[in-house]
């Protein structure tokens, strides 16, 4: 008798206990999770959207940057570089002799330089503010007196001036000087005397003489204040040779370059007082 393979019934279970499910199409379950997933890309990007626009129409508070430049220059007076330890360079054009004719160092004074008190600055003067401590004065008409002869006054002696003691009327009138706005640079000083002159420099001494209207003229004849080591004191810089300062030497009043010690700090300082006449 042949053997003869029994057919396994229709409805038995594979082998591994899976057995396909017939009452859905193929691929079903993937085809839901395919929509599932494109719906919520569709509405997290209409939201994102929706949001974009809400924010674009609110201004921005967060950013406090001024239209302008932090670093904008006040407007005021002119800072310029500390002078070099050998000099200044006569600029091309000025009223200085083109040759290097001054020292930076200070000539030897018969009659010594009393220095009195006050705070030595720990930088050079053109370094530091450029306004001075002690604003322009009110009035009008005022003498110059020294810090370190404070019983020495600017004074007009021949066509020079120079820095000496008062004791005659006319005298007071010649140390009396009408301080203007600067006549090349109006946030600096210009300095009229009595007969219409003006103190101006040549060959680096201070000197009066008549306006004859020159741009030359009006530089050499200008002087911006700068913040001194002494109380209510100022440091005059000329505008035209940065770096050169007026101070008394041998009781001349004359421009020399910025020198750090105590001696052309006292020399260099000068305050404003009413007028002697």
């Not at 401590?133 to 001036?161: E, L, M």
Request: contains cysteine.
């Amino acid at each position: 008798m042949p053997e003869t393979t029994p057919e396994p019934p229709r409805n038995r279970p594979w082998e591994n206990g899976w057995t396909p499910d017939t009452s859905r199409a193929p691929g079903t379950r993937r085809l839901w999770l395919a929509g599932a997933l494109a719906l919520a890309t569709v509405v997290a990007c209409a939201t994102a959207i929706a949001v974009m626009d809400k924010d674009s129409d609110e201004p921005s508070q967060a950013s406090g940057i001024p239209s302008t430049a932090i670093g904008e220059t006040a407007p005021g007076l002119i800072s310029f570089a500390t002078p070099s330890a050998n000099g200044v360079t006569t600029p091309a054009g000025k009223s200085g002799p083109s040759s290097a004719g001054t020292s930076t160092s200070a000539a030897p004074r018969p009659h010594g330089s009393a220095t009195t008190g006050g705070t030595e600055p720990s930088k050079s003067p053109t370094s530091q503010a450029s306004s001075p401590s002690d604003p322009k004065p009110a009035a009008t008409y005022r003498s110059v007196r020294s810090v370190n002869y404070p019983d020495r006054y600017w004074h007009i002696s021949g066509d020079y001036v120079k820095l000496d003691p008062i004791a005659s009327a006319s005298a007071r009138q010649d140390a009396t000087f009408k301080v203007v706005k600067g006549l090349a640079d109006s946030s600096c000083y210009s300095f009229a005397a009595h007969d219409g002159t003006y103190l101006r420099h040549r060959n680096f001494l201070l000197r009066s003489e008549r306006n004859d209207g020159s741009g030359l003229f009006k530089q050499d004849a200008t002087f911006c204040p700068r913040a001194s080591a002494y109380s209510g004191a100022v440091m005059l810089e000329s505008v035209n040779y940065p770096g050169r300062f007026l101070r008394h030497q041998n009781f001349q009043l004359k421009l020399d370059p910025y020198q750090n010690s105590d001696l052309y700090r006292a020399d260099s300082a000068f305050r404003f007082v009413d007028g002697l006449s």
